[in-house]
């Protein structure tokens, strides 16, 4: 297959300055495979590496995308998983096989993991290079689109939210705050628990999509007071889960998570958060004996992800708002930070 030796991408120059540009397509080893990208979806996380505040990032320039799927066009001598032609979705990790944590299968905490357009250069790009056998792939099914494999991984991270760690259930009455794609993942994934889902979030339309997917009841908190809603909703007993999604309201969300709760529920943090601090009803949290949560990446993998998004169980192609080609990209950016244009997931199409 002819490949070309120079590729357009985006790069991330310095803090709030994305720049197009003509990169050499990467080279690979031999535990590598190169993809010629077919879809990236723009993150939350990407905010945060514009804005200069990703942990992951330590050095400029940088090409962000993490969240993609594409075609295998070269493979180095030492990947048995994947051959050329081969359609694949990747979450842009990469771990390393040989720590204790990937030693016994728990890939997601990695102790030397690296973050495919955070450390090393992402898929906001014509091509990217990542590892060939690494866990955090899949094949992608002839008949799902290459948008659906790169929404494939912010929906696991919502799935593993809700069934790993929320343990959501039949007979439950669960809120997700924050209608991102995240939080739109998460209400899904537990939707599909046959409890009961309650999504808030501050804008309208992201309500509006949180229905659409299959919310039972909705509310828009900064003009409603979500505590009494959520207390009358459940009889004054107060919910079982909260599933915070929302990250940027620290000061607020956990906070409100408690006064929501019954007692003895829990919450599960999966917003990422610009410091490492946040304020809870501590009072409330201990008297209540409820429990907290955090919930990263998706170690199930994404085999129950593509058969829940493959067989039409879940359908992640809504929250896709936007589509836009590489030069397009420094002002999709601009567009998820203002949250204009009713925006929730912009896909990248190289």
Not at 107 to 128: D, K, L, P
Request: charged letters at 20%; hydrophobic letters at 40%; one cysteine or more.
């Amino acid at each position: 297959m002819d490949i070309a030796a120079t590729m357009k991408a985006v790069v991330l120059e310095e803090p709030r300055r994305l720049v197009v540009r003509e990169l050499p397509v990467p080279e690979i080893g031999p535990h590598e495979i190169l993809i010629k990208v077919g879809a990236c979806a723009m993150c939350g996380s990407d905010l945060e590496a514009y804005w200069g505040m990703h942990p992951s990032v330590k050095r400029y320039p940088v090409v962000l995308g993490h969240e993609f799927a594409g075609t295998v066009v070269a493979a180095g001598p030492r990947v048995s998983r994947y051959k050329v032609g081969d359609r694949i979705c990747h979450t842009g990790s990469r771990t390393c096989g040989k720590c204790e944590a990937c030693r016994r299968g728990d890939y997601a905490n990695c102790a030397n993991r690296q973050g495919i357009g955070f450390s090393t250069n992402g898929a906001y790009a014509e091509y990217v290079a990542a590892l060939g056998d690494d866990f955090y792939s899949y094949p992608l099914p002839a008949h799902l689109s290459m948008a659906q494999g790169a929404l494939a991984q912010p929906f696991g991270i919502g799935y593993h939210a809700a069934t790993a760690r929320a343990k959501a259930k039949a007979g439950e009455t669960i809120v997700v705050q924050g209608c991102g794609p995240i939080g739109l993942s998460a209400m899904m994934a537990a939707r599909l628990s046959g409890a009961t889902l309650i999504s808030t979030d501050k804008l309208d339309y992201r309500l509006a999509m949180a229905k659409r997917l299959g919310a039972d009841h909705v509310i828009n908190v900064a003009k409603e007071d979500a505590v009494a809603i959520t207390r009358q909703l459940t009889g004054g007993r107060g919910v079982d889960t909260v599933i915070e999604c929302v990250g940027d309201g620290q000061d607020e969300t956990l906070l409100q998570a408690c006064q929501m709760l019954r007692k003895a529920g829990r919450i599960v943090v999966v917003g990422s958060y610009a410091r490492d601090a946040a304020t809870i009803g501590i009072i409330t949290f201990k008297f209540g004996e409820m429990e907290m949560f955090g919930s990263q990446s998706f170690p199930e993998g994404y085999a129950p992800l593509i058969e829940l998004i493959g067989s039409g169980k879940v359908d992640v192609l809504p929250m896709m708002t936007h589509r836009v080609g590489l030069d397009a990209v420094p002002d999709a950016m601009q567009m998820l930070e203002e949250k204009r244009d009713n925006v929730i997931k912009v896909v990248i199409e190289p």
